[in-house]
């Protein structure tokens, strides 16, 4: 999990400059769908913005601590 968050800005990079070259493609071809793919690529960039502005590369082990405790199926009644 920490090599993850540690990495994110790469993984991040490459996903959001696919969906840009999809949105361009699709925009290109006179799709209207472009503009969603373009949404989600603007999306991941401002993630990576976030993830420099709140320092991920100091704080990584820490989120990842954090994140492993949460119990999201803790309140789940399927038994």
């Known amino acids: 999990m920490v ?7 790469i ?9 840009f070259d ?3 493609n699709l925009r ?6 472009w503009i969603f793919c ?3 690529a603007l999306v991941i960039v401002l993630t990576m913005v976030l993830w420099g502005v709140y320092r991920g590369d100091q704080n990584a ?3 990842a601590k954090e994140w492993a405790v949460l119990n999201f199926f803790k309140y ?3 038994v």
């Open 11 to 19: 993984i991040a990079a490459c996903v959001a400059f696919v969906f």
């Open 28 to 33: 290109r071809k006179g799709k209207t769908s």
């Open 61 to 63: 082990e820490q989120w």
């Open 3 to 9: 090599i993850l968050i540690r990495l994110y800005p």
């Open 38 to 40: 373009a949404l989600i």
């Open 76 to 78: 789940s009644h399927l």
């Open 22 to 24: 999809f949105a361009r």
